[in-house]
Nanobody, 117 residues
Framework: QVQLVESGGGLVQAGGSLRLSCAAS????????MGWYRQAPGKVRDLVAT???????HYAESVEGRFTISRDFAKTTVYLQMNSLKPEDTAVYYC???????????WGQGTQVTVSS
């Protein structure tokens, strides 16, 4: 089992920055891909960004050029640096982990990001 704990959310003005962190524990050796999703009120949970073991990244078009996903050397913590935040970035942000062998592993509990205009 893999456990994921997010931190770093909060309230920020439009144009500001926040950095989210997600620490993985448990069977971390199973993790091949980590990523971030977000869910705004009344909307579906959408992909924000992912990063693979090899460091390959993928971003949603809406955050490309503003957000950066990264992992620490041990590959047990994933970060999401969010710059030039917009009110439409307001959502609960969820960390996730996936295994090439086992598939989806888990969601974190979520962290609220609120961007005021």
């Amino acid at each position: 089992q893999v456990q994921l704990v997010e931190s770093g959310g909060g309230l920020v003005q439009a144009g500001g920055s926040l950095r989210l962190s997600c620490a993985a524990s448990g069977s971390v050796f199973r993790i091949n891909v980590m990523g971030w999703y977000r869910q705004a009120p009344g909307k579906v949970r959408d992909l924000v960004a992912t990063i693979t073991d090899d460091g390959n990244t993928h971003y949603a078009e809406s955050v490309e050029g503003r957000f950066t996903i990264s992992r620490d050397f041990a590959k047990t913590t994933v970060y999401l640096q969010m710059n030039s935040l917009k009110p439409e970035d307001t959502a609960v942000y969820y960390c996730t982990a996936r295994s090439d062998l086992y598939g989806f592993l888990n969601w974190g509990q979520g962290t609220q990001v609120t961007v005021s205009s």
